[in-house]
């Protein structure tokens, strides 16, 4: 594919496979399917209806909708119209979209539902938006300033196209495509300015290093977060590969066996999950059927381990057999048959994750990158992945640690900066090198090892420098405990908050022998502190030079979540969300 401009790759798939299915979307539990010569028309449609609308070239466009056809068929008709789309979370709050809306100028915004369009009431006069385009139609709406998608893409014709076709000629691989507004761990968020040129490097050198001819994928994150545009979009757009929409997170493990991808993408949460609940099943087996599944599982992960030592496929008689009995059907229930890449992102995943998968036949690659840089950076090696790393970088990049450990970064991947914020882009673009804002090394391999973000270190009381992520990646281990956050800056000593891990505890209190009423009794209960305050001294604190063990812990009794404010739509916890918030349990611990 040496088409750079989004649009022109949409454009060239309906010419060459017109009638090859491009999308494929639910309609109750039937499939229905768009091929890339509608997925083409829809989009010019748009850019039509748009122009019709009064949109003017570089205008940016809101969308807030779940993962749906149509909402791919907004992105790329604001494109083909000549403007960027601005993408929001569909978990934002009111005040968050405002936010949004006004920093992006948008005078028009492309919103799912009833849900979303309350939101844009609530802050109507605090936003510049002069018409509303819903994709679910409701009754209840001011019809003067909203319009039904049908009654929109109705406004387009033929007098629009002369126009439509000058504005998809002007467009130049430097121009921005999309705008990836940071979920916003810390403060406001910013607008990370994405280019046509910056996708197309994204899906190529991704494609590359991974060998893939065709992608065929469950999109299921928010597209407002830049690892689902790479999976969707730039994956799919350099192979004329086949997408799956899922509009809801929790189906995502029906539509993993129905659509069977060879690409996926999971945040660790999500492969937590999954594993948690194939653990559970197959410690279910008893007698020769466990026997079995427990010889499968170690020929498998042997394989695997000697195979990655050597950067070889290593395929013994007995891995064959293992497969064939076992590890095929196990990948089969889960959808992964078909699979292979499976990537993990957006945060750091446990060794125990990753091992587990791998003794199952799928090996999670890890991928480090942020918005800024596209969403790439590095990955795990193909053939040779190392666990605990995030691999090597690309080869179209220049990539070096600085004196103060922080990642910098070049290539073409890259983003040129913020949308109206030369302070936080000249930050960015210091010295000509991208900052990461993480702080890592490379391990005796070249492999590099990401420690921490920069912002995230700790400096205690007694000027000692601590990375709070290993510490908190092995409380998460400690089974029943959810989430964890090391707390400790310019404090004589660590303490963390942690939550309960609801899924898991039932068989945790079991094993204990606890008797509850409710699962969040847990977090108080004498017998389950015991047992945590005994996992922190010998599974967590061994090890750890005497300033960075932790002294002390509160044990919140529901885990965090996007609805109560601490995660992330893309499930990262917002580590100052969690301070502020449990302020008074933190003081007590002190």
């Given at each position: 594919m040496d088409k750079v401009i989004a649009n022109e790759q949409i454009n060239y798939w309906a010419e060459k496979i017109p009638d090859r299915n491009a999308l494929y979307n639910k309609a109750g539990n039937t499939w229905q399917t768009t091929s890339w010569k509608e997925y083409k028309e829809k989009v010019d449609a748009v850019s039509r209806s748009l122009i019709a609308l009064g949109h003017k070239s570089d205008e940016c466009v809101g969308i807030i909708a779940h993962n749906c056809k149509e909402f791919l068929f907004s992105q790329f008709g604001i494109v083909g119209a000549g403007g960027i789309p601005a993408p929001i979370y569909v978990t934002s709050k009111a005040d968050q979209v405002a936010y949004i809306l006004k920093h992006s100028k948008s005078r028009f915004v492309i919103i799912e539902d009833e849900t979303q369009y309350k939101k844009l009431v609530q802050e109507r006069d605090n936003i510049d938006v002069e018409k509303v385009i819903v994709l679910r139609d409701f009754a209840d709406r001011d019809k003067e300033w909203s319009l039904s998608f049908d009654e929109f893409m109705q406004l387009g014709n033929k007098e629009h196209e002369e126009e439509r076709q000058s504005r998809l000629k002007a467009l130049d691989k430097d121009k921005t495509m999309l705008l990836i507004y940071t979920s916003g761990t810390t403060g406001r968020p910013k607008a990370v300015i994405i280019t046509h040129n910056n996708l197309y490097a994204t899906g190529s050198i991704a494609i590359r290093r991974f060998n893939l001819k065709r992608t065929r994928v469950v999109s299921y994150l928010p597209l407002s977060h830049i690892a689902e545009q790479i999976i969707t979009n730039a994956a799919q757009l350099y192979t004329g590969g086949e997408v799956y929409l899922c509009p809801d997170m929790k189906e995502v493990k029906d539509y993993l066996i129905e659509a069977r991808p060879n690409v996926f993408l999971g945040?660790?949460?999500v492969?937590?999950?999954?594993?948690?609940?194939?653990?559970?099943?197959?410690?279910?087996a008893t007698g020769m059927k466990r026997k079995l599944l427990d010889w499968a599982r170690k020929v498998e992960l042997a394989c695997f381990d000697k195979g990655a030592k050597q950067g070889k496929n290593i395929q013994s008689f007995s891995r064959k057999l293992a497969n064939k009995l076992v590890i095929s059907k196990i990948k089969e229930r889960l959808g992964f048959d078909r699979i292979e890449v499976a990537v993990?992102?957006?945060a750091p995943i446990s060794i125990e994750t990753q091992k587990f998968f791998a003794s199952i036949g799928i090996t999670i690659f890890e991928v480090y990158g942020m918005s800024e840089t596209s969403g790439l950076i590095s990955t795990t090696v193909p053939l040779k992945p190392r666990f605990g790393t995030v691999g090597k970088s690309f080869d179209e990049l220049e990539l070096r640690i600085a004196e103060d450990g922080e990642i910098l970064v070049k290539g073409p991947n890259m983003s040129p900066g913020y949308l109206h914020d030369e302070e936080n882009t000249a930050e960015l673009w210091e010295g000509g090198w991208l900052h990461t804002g993480?702080?890592?090394?490379?391990?005796?391999e070249g492999n590099l090892v990401i420690t921490d973000r920069k912002k995230n270190l700790?400096?205690?009381?007694?000027g000692k420098n601590i990375a709070p992520q290993p510490i908190e990646q092995a409380l998460h281990s400690i089974p029943g405990i959810g989430h964890a956050v090391v707390v400790g800056d310019r404090r004589k000593y660590l303490v963390a908050v942690l939550t309960l891990d609801h899924e898991n505890m039932p068989a945790i209190a079991e094993e204990l022998n606890i008797e509850y009423q409710s699962t969040s009794d847990l977090a108080t209960d004498d017998s389950f502190l015991a047992y945590v305050e005994e996992k922190v001294q010998n599974d967590v604190n061994t090890g750890l030079a005497q300033y960075q063990t932790i002294k002390k812990f509160y044990i919140h009794p529901q885990e965090f979540s996007v609805e109560t404010g601490e995660m992330t739509p893309t499930m990262k916890v917002k580590r100052k969300v969690v301070i502020q918030k449990y302020d008074a349990e933190i003081e007590k611990l002190y």
């Open positions: 945040v660790p949460r492969w937590e999950k999954f594993a948690d609940a194939v653990g559970k099943q197959l410690s279910q993990t992102g957006a993480d702080i890592g090394k490379f391990d005796d700790i400096i205690t009381a007694g």
